[in-house]
Antibody, heavy 119, light 112 residues
Framework: DVQLVQSGADVKKPGESLTISCKTSGYSFTTMWITWVRQTPAKGLEWVGR????????DYGPSFQGHVTFSADTSITTAYLHWPSLEASDTALYYC????????????WGQGALVTVSS | DIVLTQSPLSLPVTPGESASISCRSSQSLLHSNGYNSLDWYLQKPGQSPQLLIF???HRAPGVSDRFSVSRSGTDFTLKISRVEAEDVGVYYCMQVLETPFTFGQGTRLEIK
């Protein structure tokens, strides 16, 4: 079975860095994109962006460009979302999802990782 | 950015009746491949979103044929026939025609 298992909840202070992970299994890692989605009560679901594990090509949503970075390690079929400097407004639930190359559809979502940023 | 507007935002339904959710796009979602680049997801309480419909009107594997989509121009309607208790949750549409991909606000379906 295809699975995505995300890292656990994190509590950080503003200005700190953070990396969350998305461990995949059950399919060929380089055949599908990994998309990141943010969920907050105020704004609902937002497309953070995506990474192609085959060549590390990335696309970022305008609100996230320059604030986060994606990476992927093909040896352990894991994708990462990194913040070099967190802000309180980054507090949210973050999902990873495997994404079809043909239709850009988010085929299967991880369980989500809650990030809390508070002083 | 493409804006998706869902309505209603809350939808109480009696079991066995039908329900309809509208997703209106600010522009055409017709891809050059001939399909509409609109997907639908259901987020059940306490769970991650799950794929229901892709490429405008194609049901994902395992999705009941009680779910269907119709389109009129840039207005898409998700219809749920014979609503069941397991259909409860928040329904989202998402456009994947052009980045940044965007979501509708979500429609919360509840059982009366």
């Amino acid at each position: 079975d295809v699975q995505l298992v995300q890292s656990g909840a994190d509590v950080k202070k503003p200005g700190e860095s953070l990396t969350i992970s998305c461990k995949t299994s059950g399919y060929s890692f380089t055949t599908m994109w990994i998309t990141w989605v943010r969920q907050t009560p105020a704004k609902g679901l937002e497309w953070v962006g995506r990474i192609d594990p085959a060549d590390s090509h990335t696309d970022y949503g305008p609100s996230f460009q320059g604030h986060v970075t994606f990476s992927a390690d093909t040896s352990i079929t894991t994708a990462y979302l990194h913040w070099p400097s967190l802000e309180a407004s980054d507090t949210a639930l973050y999902y990873c999802a495997i994404t079809s190359r043909q239709s850009d559809t988010l085929m299967l979502w991880g369980q989500g990782a809650l990030v809390t940023v508070s002083s | 950015d493409i804006v998706l507007t869902q309505s209603p935002l809350s939808l109480p339904v009696t079991p066995g009746e039908s329900a309809s959710i509208s997703c209106r796009s600010s522009q055409s979602l017709l891809h050059s491949n001939g399909y509409n680049s609109l997907d639908w997801y259901l987020q059940k309480p306490g769970q991650s979103p799950q794929l229901l419909i892709f490429l405008g009107s194609h049901r994902a594997p395992g999705v009941s044929d009680r779910f269907s989509v119709s389109r009129s121009g840039t207005d898409f309607t998700l219809k749920i026939s014979r609503v069941e208790a397991e259909d409860v949750g928040v329904y989202y549409c998402m456009q994947v025609l052009e980045t940044p991909f965007t979501f509708g606000q979500g429609t919360r379906l509840e059982i009366k």
